[in-house]
């Protein structure tokens, strides 16, 4: 029996923003260049692949918020930095699927009609980013967190997710602090094991500093054990932090 999911549950993370109170729609789009071979003689076509790319569009409500939707995808229009996303497919828990990229904002469009609530539209093209050594436009992979507040004497260790199988072409990890008043540093890992008792770190992101909100992405390559689970420990003593981490196996 198919396992099916509800759209009311998706979220949009988008750099060190949670978006997704002013979204409704988001589609995610992969395509495969081909290129016609077909030869004189032939009785049917034939092709070769090419190059893969991935798009994001999104679409919602319009809104003047300090950090809301005009204000964000405003800011990222021909923005040098390209944008961290990663989209929640499925409940707010570990273990649910994901979608993680980066993507430069193609276009940008607000509609107020004479009727109804003003809204807005997104597109996202993705692209590698040589940087963080990502050779992937857009990718599949699951929720190691549930993107909830965690107060800071509760960080640690968070449950593990369970592929079923080691890989071995590496992967990537994105990481979204949208709200923090820990009073201090807090470190957060991936970490991955063969038996879901021996533990070792895949990823370290960089130290989030007190109060500080942040998104990033790393990549890995080689073999990724069966079991992943992110990791979080704090120096501060006081507030509590929001993240959101996601791992995708290339």
Not at 37 to 51: H, R
Not at 90 to 97: F, L, V
Not at 128 to 145: E, I
Not at 209 to 232: F, P
């Amino acid at each position: 029996m198919p396992t099916f999911i509800h759209g009311k549950n998706t979220a949009v993370y988008i750099d060190e923003f949670d978006l997704s109170s002013y979204f409704n729609d988001v589609s995610v789009t992969l395509d495969n260049d081909t290129a016609e071979t077909t030869a004189f003689g032939d009785t049917n076509k034939s092709f070769i692949l090419g190059t893969r790319g991935g798009t994001l569009s999104m679409s919602g409500m319009w809104a003047a918020d300090t950090d809301g939707s005009d204000e964000e995808l405003q800011a990222l229009l021909g923005n040098a930095t390209t944008p961290i996303l990663t989209i929640r497919q499925g409940a707010a828990a570990i273990g649910s699927r994901a979608i993680i990229a980066q993507a430069n904002e193609t276009n940008y469009a607000i509609s107020n009609p004479v009727a109804d609530v003003s809204t807005i539209s997104a597109d996202f093209e993705c692209t590698p980013n040589q940087v963080s050594n990502l050779t992937f436009a857009l990718a599949g992979g699951v929720q190691l967190t549930a993107g909830a507040s965690i107060a800071h004497g509760s960080l640690g260790d968070l449950s593990s997710v369970d592929n079923a199988a080691s890989s071995a072409n590496g992967g990537a990890g994105t990481l979204h602090v949208p709200t923090n008043t820990v009073g201090g540093n807090t470190t957060i890992k991936i970490q991955h094991s063969a038996n879901n008792s021996s533990w070792a770190d895949l990823i370290s992101f960089t130290v989030v500093g007190s109060s500080a909100k942040t998104s990033e992405i790393k990549a890995v390559s080689g073999t990724v054990n069966r079991y992943l689970r992110a990791t979080a420990s704090t120096a501060g003593s006081s507030g509590s932090i929001t993240f959101m981490v996601a791992f995708a196996r290339f």
